[in-house]
């Protein structure tokens, strides 16, 4: 099992219930929800770095990653941009 540290997280009221109706388990889905924007903002930075390096991504190549994502995700037309 992974370490673990115990917080408190003060969220709104509303949320909570929110969550409450989701899952019996807020603590891995904040834990997962966490993860998920951890990787998405090292993802933004590695592809600014690759842009500063490379130049910006063209329409082809960003429409080669919509079309990655999309077969990924099983989603049609991609994701939206971030």
Excluded: C, W
């Amino acid at each position: 099992m992974a370490d673990t540290t115990r917080i408190t997280v003060t969220l709104p009221t509303e949320q909570v219930a929110e969550l409450k109706k989701l899952t019996d388990n807020v603590s891995g889905y904040v834990a997962e929800a966490v993860a998920r924007q951890i990787r998405h903002q090292l993802l933004g930075v590695d592809l600014r770095s690759y842009e500063d390096e490379h130049g910006s991504f063209g329409e082809e190549e960003l429409a080669e990653a919509r079309a990655r994502i999309a077969g990924a995700t099983g989603t049609e037309g991609g994701a939206s941009a971030a």
